[in-house]
């Protein structure tokens, strides 16, 4: 069974901060996925990566397969961005497996 | 965009009854759903794999015969929970894996959070 470890748990910066936060695993796996999950519980899938980095607007999704470890940053931090922000791994199209997250907050 | 709808966002409900949660793709085919619950502070676990057309597969340590799973159509899934106790308050969500041609992701259901009384 795949461990997914995250740090930080809880993070807080000011806007236009540059955030990163990591995510491990243990078990070799197909893809690695970032989702977004707002106060209400819903859940947003923000990247799915099994090699090398990806970009979406200020988003920043890194992989190193080898090292078993992904990162997510964030750059110019706004306060929209605070959210909880969840590392998950799967094997194939199976259900995922999924990290504690990490709690954001981003004060003006 | 692949769109997903679960329902209803919330309940609640007496010891003892049953509460039915649905989740459905609205714009593509799902032979496969996946079922995941999450306690209060805590991450996201799965529970059960919904697959059109024939038996739920549960992960380990979760009652299938206390969440009965239906996956009676290519758009709609349904997970039960049976004669639900407080331990069973839980945010309860589904997600559908997406892409025409090739895997592309998941997208996921808006949840639905459970409180038993």
């Known amino acids: 069974k795949n461990e997914v470890e995250q740090s930080p748990q809880n993070l807080t910066a000011q806007e236009g901060e540059f955030i990163t936060i990591n995510c491990s695993y243990s078990v070799g796996i197909s893809a690695l996925h970032w989702l977004q999950q707002h106060p209400g519980g819903g859940i947003v899938s923000l990247f799915m990566l099994s090699s090398g980095k990806k970009k979406h607007g200020r988003l920043i999704a890194t992989i190193n397969i080898q090292e078993k470890h992904s990162s997510l940053h964030i750059t110019a931090s706004h306060p929209r961005d605070s959210a909880v922000y969840i590392c998950?791994?799967?094997?194939?199209?199976?259900?995922?497996?999924f990290g504690k997250g990490t709690h954001l907050i981003i004060q003006p | 965009g692949a769109v997903v709808s679960q329902h209803p966002s919330w309940v609640i409900c007496k010891s003892g009854t049953s509460v039915k949660i649905e989740c459905r793709s609205l714009d593509f085919q799902a032979t496969t759903m996946f079922w995941y619950r999450q306690f209060p502070k805590q991450s996201l676990m799965l529970m059960a794999t919904?697959?059109?057309?024939?038996?739920?597969?549960?992960e380990q340590g979760v009652e299938k015969d206390k969440f009965l799973i239906n996956h009676a159509s290519l758009t709609l899934s349904t997970l039960t929970v049976t004669s639900a106790h407080p331990e069973d308050s839980s945010f309860y969500i589904c997600?559908?894996?997406?892409?025409?041609?090739?895997?592309?992701?998941?997208?996921f259901g808006s949840g639905t959070r459970l409180t038993v009384v």
């Open positions: 919904s697959n059109e057309g024939s038996k739920a597969t549960y």
């Open positions: 998950a791994v799967s094997v194939g199209a199976d259900g995922l497996t």
């Open positions: 997600s559908v894996p997406t892409g025409t041609h090739f895997f592309n992701g998941y997208t």
